[in-house]
């Protein structure tokens, strides 16, 4: 699973990005600071089973935290788009590639109004052009890579289209699909746009971030208001505030794990300042939620789920003994012959079946696992 953080220029993606991944990269007030991709690792979080169990983890590939299993995803940051991308305005469509290579979006946006469409100091901006402006040039571009398709007579359209778009990770199916659905029965301006419309619905499923909420008068009033116009789930965050945390958490000052924090050193004036600022947005808003975004995209957006995998069923343990040692994400309709080659692809070859360890019953191989599962792989 990969996430690719999208979105207009100067919203904060690379706040976001690093909010989640911890990886230095440059943050700016000003449009087009990021160019290259960023690449970092961040994460989908879930109840640990531990408590369940009544035991106690010791992670492998998902770290814990206060009971909480933090399991790997990654995520690419772009760089930031204009009104015209798709034909080469501001950074050009470079980064349209860029973000293709992952299987969901995040869309940032700046729901506190004071950036414009380039990304330049205004008040009173309507978000909601952003999420237009993209919505569009995206379209618009896989469009037009739809519309050079060569497609000869008595060729499979879908395969010349398939051609055209790989390396952007859409399906076969989904383009198969798309034909089928929609009747396409030529390629000019108004097929390529509803294909393109639909396979990006499908392929790249998108979650909005509706960032700054801490420099927002009335977040929720913003937010029904985009609702209502689109079609999008809209979670508001402020990564400035996660990434202060994080930092600080990193750095050995507080504690923060869930929604909350404790200051483990003495603090300064200042660093304490900052943090009752902070404490204030928790209080308000019940999180910095942009673990929210990410947990809403993965389980709710896209419908994945997260399975453990053990060894021993009864001591919940893999070879060396670790405790509900490893958590992987898989696609929705992931049966556990799926979540085997998750594991390793020896491990797939060898599969005989596999084991629920709440249960002790065993699972049928081609229903699809379920969201905290844990189970044990029978070779
Ligand atoms: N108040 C507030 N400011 C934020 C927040 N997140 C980011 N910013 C500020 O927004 C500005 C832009 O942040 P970046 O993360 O560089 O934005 P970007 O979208 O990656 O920008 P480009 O790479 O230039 O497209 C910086 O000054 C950030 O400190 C937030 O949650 N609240
Ligand atoms: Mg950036």
């Given at each position: 699973m990969k996430i690719g953080v999208i979105g207009r220029?100067?919203?904060g993606k690379s706040t976001f990005f690093k909010a989640l991944t911890l990886e230095d990269v440059q943050i700016e007030?000003?449009?087009?600071?990021?160019?290259d991709p960023n690449h970092g690792v961040g994460y989908v979080t879930i109840e640990c089973p531990e408590k369940w169990f009544k035991t106690k983890c010791s992670p492998h590939n998902a770290p814990c935290e206060n009971g909480i299993r933090f399991v790997p995803i990654e995520v690419i940051d772009v760089a930031g788009l204009v009104p015209g991308a798709s034909e080469g305005r501001g950074l050009g469509n470079k980064f349209l590639s860029d973000a293709m290579e992952a299987d969901a979006l995040i869309e940032v946006i700046d729901i506190s109004g004071t950036t414009d469409s380039l990304g330049s100091h205004t008040t009173g901006y309507d978000p909601g052009k952003d999420v237009e402006m993209v919505r569009d040039e995206l379209t618009k571009w896989i469009a037009s890579i739809i519309a050079r398709a060569n497609i000869k007579s008595g060729a499979d359209p879908a395969e010349s289209i398939y051609k055209n778009l790989s390396g952007l990770k859409f399906r076969f199916e989904t383009i198969k699909d798309a034909i089928k659905t929609l009747s396409i029965k030529s390629i000019d301006e108004k097929s390529t746009l509803t294909m393109s419309e639909y396979i990006l619905k499908k392929d790249k499923p998108i979650t909005v971030a509706c960032n700054k909420m801490d420099a927002t008068h009335d977040v929720s009033s913003v937010i029904k208001d985009l609702e209502a116009r689109f079609d999008y789930r809209f979670i508001s965050c402020s990564a400035a505030a996660e990434l202060t945390l994080k930092e600080a958490h990193k750095h050995g000052f507080i504690s923060y794990s869930g929604n909350e924090f404790v200051p483990v050193k003495e603090l300064n004036a200042e660093q304490k300042k900052g943090l009752s600022i902070i404490e204030d947005i928790i209080k308000k808003h019940?999180?910095?939620g942009v673990q929210d975004v990410v947990n809403t995209l993965i389980f709710d957006v896209i419908g994945d789920k997260v399975v453990f995998t053990v060894?021993?069923?009864?001591?919940?343990?893999?070879g060396r003994g670790r405790i509900l040692p490893d958590a992987f994400v898989v696609d929705p309709d992931a049966n556990p012959r799926d979540v085997a080659t998750m594991v390793h692809s020896e491990v797939a070859e060898r599969y005989k079946g596999a084991l629920d360890c709440r249960t002790g019953l065993k699972v049928k191989n081609d229903e699809p696992v379920k969201n905290g599962q844990v189970l044990k792989i029978i070779v």
């Amino acid at each position: 699973m990969k996430i690719g953080v999208i979105g207009r220029t100067n919203v904060g993606k690379s706040t976001f990005f690093k909010a989640l991944t911890l990886e230095d990269v440059q943050i700016e007030d000003r449009p087009f600071t990021t160019i290259d991709p960023n690449h970092g690792v961040g994460y989908v979080t879930i109840e640990c089973p531990e408590k369940w169990f009544k035991t106690k983890c010791s992670p492998h590939n998902a770290p814990c935290e206060n009971g909480i299993r933090f399991v790997p995803i990654e995520v690419i940051d772009v760089a930031g788009l204009v009104p015209g991308a798709s034909e080469g305005r501001g950074l050009g469509n470079k980064f349209l590639s860029d973000a293709m290579e992952a299987d969901a979006l995040i869309e940032v946006i700046d729901i506190s109004g004071t950036t414009d469409s380039l990304g330049s100091h205004t008040t009173g901006y309507d978000p909601g052009k952003d999420v237009e402006m993209v919505r569009d040039e995206l379209t618009k571009w896989i469009a037009s890579i739809i519309a050079r398709a060569n497609i000869k007579s008595g060729a499979d359209p879908a395969e010349s289209i398939y051609k055209n778009l790989s390396g952007l990770k859409f399906r076969f199916e989904t383009i198969k699909d798309a034909i089928k659905t929609l009747s396409i029965k030529s390629i000019d301006e108004k097929s390529t746009l509803t294909m393109s419309e639909y396979i990006l619905k499908k392929d790249k499923p998108i979650t909005v971030a509706c960032n700054k909420m801490d420099a927002t008068h009335d977040v929720s009033s913003v937010i029904k208001d985009l609702e209502a116009r689109f079609d999008y789930r809209f979670i508001s965050c402020s990564a400035a505030a996660e990434l202060t945390l994080k930092e600080a958490h990193k750095h050995g000052f507080i504690s923060y794990s869930g929604n909350e924090f404790v200051p483990v050193k003495e603090l300064n004036a200042e660093q304490k300042k900052g943090l009752s600022i902070i404490e204030d947005i928790i209080k308000k808003h019940g999180s910095t939620g942009v673990q929210d975004v990410v947990n809403t995209l993965i389980f709710d957006v896209i419908g994945d789920k997260v399975v453990f995998t053990v060894e021993d069923e009864k001591k919940l343990t893999d070879g060396r003994g670790r405790i509900l040692p490893d958590a992987f994400v898989v696609d929705p309709d992931a049966n556990p012959r799926d979540v085997a080659t998750m594991v390793h692809s020896e491990v797939a070859e060898r599969y005989k079946g596999a084991l629920d360890c709440r249960t002790g019953l065993k699972v049928k191989n081609d229903e699809p696992v379920k969201n905290g599962q844990v189970l044990k792989i029978i070779v």
